[in-house]
């Protein structure tokens, strides 16, 4: 197996130890660390090199949040050199009561769940033996936050699907919300085929505000995952996943089934038509 690569953004630096507690779990396989970090930080560039003396430290513009560093970085290097890339950044505290898939994303839940794959060496050891053992395994992460034919913000789904477009890909929007996994490290060679740059992203960062271009590259993170044909799986909680597949699925057979079975409509002369099964068993002129 070649290297792992890792990249963090550091953008909160008071959670580094967090980070350097998972980060421990990914021993003893061999991985090169880059860390990302908007401003210069004396002491906590010490407590990384003390940590991993090899790490990489890059201080990067404050721009497109935690996905502008992690394009840039792709860009520097050579995926080929790499079996696995993991993607971490800092995750702030929920303040207020936000869910996703229905489960509470509150204090640091959200955060936790993008971890989860870290959380023990035990843990990381089954990732790479389920990559391994899969060859249609793309990208891992918490089905929790991995949404599924995400419907979302009009504007930002929108702009998405035009950008899949000039890709080539075609595929529902399947991604990680929080944008943490690890994944195939070829399967993001698109990224570099794309020649992004930073004023791609916007200058002003706004907390919670979605539709901008990085959370465009959000989405797609996961959805050329699907389609360059691979899957993303939470490898961990495997009824939780299949559950969850399978109430998405009957959501969309009975919203197929129910517009078979029950159509009302007015025409354009003002009468109420309702048909079951096709069959038209009402037509009202509506006063």
């Given amino acids: ?18 980070i350097e507690k998972h980060l421990k779990n990914i021993n003893p396989y061999k991985y090169k ?18 940590f991993n003396n090899n790490a990489k430290i890059i201080i990067t513009d404050n721009i497109g949040y935690d ?3 992690f394009i840039n970085l792709i860009n520097s290097i050579n995926l080929y050199d790499y079996s696995y890339i993991i993607k971490l950044h800092t995750k702030r505290f929920v303040e207020q009561n936000y ?18 794959f870290l959380k023990s060496k035990k843990d990381f050891q089954k990732c790479i033996k389920s990559f391994e053992k899969d060859e249609k395994l793309g990208m891992i992460g918490n089905f929790k936050i991995t949404l599924k034919n995400h419907k979302g913000d009009k504007n930002t789904t929108e702009k998405t699907k035009e950008i899949m477009n000039k890709l080539g890909y075609n595929s529902n929007i399947n991604y990680i919300a929080g944008s943490m996994f690890m994944v195939r490290a070829e399967l993001f060679n698109f990224i570099k085929a794309m020649k992004l740059k930073k004023e791609n992203f916007p200058t ?25 044909g691979y899957k993303i799986e939470d490898i961990f909680s495997f009824w939780g996943y299949k559950i969850q597949s ?9 919203q197929y089934f129910k517009k078979f079975i029950f159509q009302k409509k007015i025409t354009r002369k003002g009468k109420l038509i309702v048909k079951i099964l096709g069959i038209p068993i009402w037509n009202y002129k509506i006063k």
């Avoid at 953004?9 to 967090?18: C, G, N, S």
């Avoid at 399978?246 to 057979?253: D, E, N, R, T």
Wanted: aromatic content about 16%; proline content about 1%.
């Fill in 67 to 69: 996905i502008w560093p």
């Fill in 99 to 116: 869910s996703l898939n229905g489960f509470s994303m509150h204090g640091y839940k959200w955060r936790d769940y993008l971890y989860s």
């Fill in 33 to 50: 660390l880059f860390i990302t970090m908007v401003k210069k930080d004396k002491e906590i560039e010490e407590k990384i090199l003390n």
């Fill in 204 to 228: 002003k960062l706004i907390s919670g505000i979605s539709g901008t271009f990085a959370h465009n590259m959000e989405q797609i993170f996961g959805i050329c995952i699907i389609a360059q």
């Fill in 1 to 18: 197996m070649k290297d792992i690569l890792v990249h963090v953004h550091l953008y909160y630096v008071e959670q580094w130890d967090f």
């Fill in 246 to 254: 399978l109430i998405l699925a009957f959501s969309i057979f009975l």
